[in-house]
C-alpha cells in the first residue's frame, strides 16, 4: 500500500523559505510510471498545483507558471522521499500543502497528510 | 479564478440523486481525462473518480463521472448526509503543462 508522508515546520517568516518534505513507502521516487506532486489548498485560492518531479530515464521537473521563480522541487533517491522549497514567501502562501502521486493510471491517487503552513513575522 | 469552472454550491435531500458540472477547454478536460475528488473537513482529497468515469476501489458505486467535449459531470444517487462535503474536478492542461481544478462545489444535504 503506498503512503505519503509528510514533514516540515508549520510556520515561516515572510521573506524566508518554506521548506517541505514528502516520504514515500510502497513505491518508489524513481518509479519510471509515477509523477510525484505538490498542491497546496487555500480559502481564496482553492486547490493549486504547483509542480511535480518525475524520472523517465532522467529527472525532469514541471512548474506552475504562478510560482515558477520562486520554487523547486527535487528527489531524494538515498531516503526515497521528494522536497518541495518556495523562496520568499509571503501572507499569500498561507496555505495546506499536500503532496500526491500521479500512478500508472494516469490520477492523482495517493496523497500526503497535508501540513498547514502560516507565513507571519 | 480556476481554470476550470463549477457550480459554488449544490445540495440535496437524503435518498435525492445530485450531479455537479466542470466546464472546462480543449486544452484540459478537451484534451485529457478529468479527475474528481471529494474534501471533507481536516482530511486530504480523496479520488472519487478517474479517467472521467472510472472508480477507485472503495469507492461506492453511488459515484458516477461522465464527460462529453470539454465538460464533465459527477453524479452522486442516494445522497447521504456523510456526502456533505466539497468536491473539485481537476484535468491536465497540456497549455499550462499542469494539473488544473476547478473552484470546488460545495454540497449540502438537507
Known amino acids: 500500500q503506498v503512503q505519503l508522508q509528510q514533514s516540515g515546520p508549520g510556520l515561516v517568516k515572510p521573506s524566508q523559505t518554506l521548506s517541505l518534505t514528502c516520504a514515500i513507502s510502497?513505491?518508489?521516487?524513481?518509479?519510471?510510471?509515477?509523477?510525484w506532486n505538490w498542491i497546496r489548498q487555500s480559502p481564496s485560492r482553492g486547490l493549486e498545483w504547483l509542480g511535480r518531479?518525475?524520472?523517465?530515464?532522467?529527472?525532469?521537473?514541471n512548474y506552475a507558471v504562478s510560482v515558477k521563480s520562486r520554487i523547486s522541487i527535487n528527489p531524494d533517491t538515498s531516503k526515497n522521499q521528494f522536497s518541495l522549497q518556495l523562496k520568499s514567501v509571503t501572507p499569500e502562501d498561507t496555505a495546506v500543502y499536500y503532496c500526491a502521486r500521479v500512478g500508472a493510471g494516469g490520477a492523482l491517487d495517493i496523497w500526503g497528510q497535508g501540513t498547514k503552513v502560516t507565513v507571519s513575522p | 479564478q480556476s481554470v476550470l469552472t463549477q457550480p459554488p454550491s449544490a445540495s440535496g435531500t437524503s435518498g435525492q440523486r445530485v450531479t455537479i458540472s466542470c466546464s472546462g477547454s480543449s486544452s484540459n478536460i478537451g484534451s485529457n481525462t478529468v479527475n474528481w475528488f471529494q474534501l471533507l473537513p481536516g482530511t486530504a482529497p480523496k479520488l472519487l473518480i478517474y479517467n472521467n468515469n472510472q472508480r477507485p476501489s472503495g469507492v461506492p458505486d453511488r459515484f458516477s463521472g461522465s464527460k462529453s467535449g470539454t465538460s464533465a459531470s459527477l453524479a452522486i444517487s442516494g445522497l447521504q448526509s456523510e456526502d456533505e462535503a466539497d468536491y473539485y474536478c481537476a484535468a491536465w492542461d497540456a497549455r499550462l503543462n499542469g494539473w488544473v481544478f476547478g473552484g470546488g462545489t460545495k454540497l449540502t444535504v438537507l
Open positions: 510502497g513505491d518508489s521516487v524513481s518509479s519510471n510510471s509515477a509523477a
Open positions: 518531479t518525475y524520472y523517465r530515464s532522467k529527472w525532469y521537473n
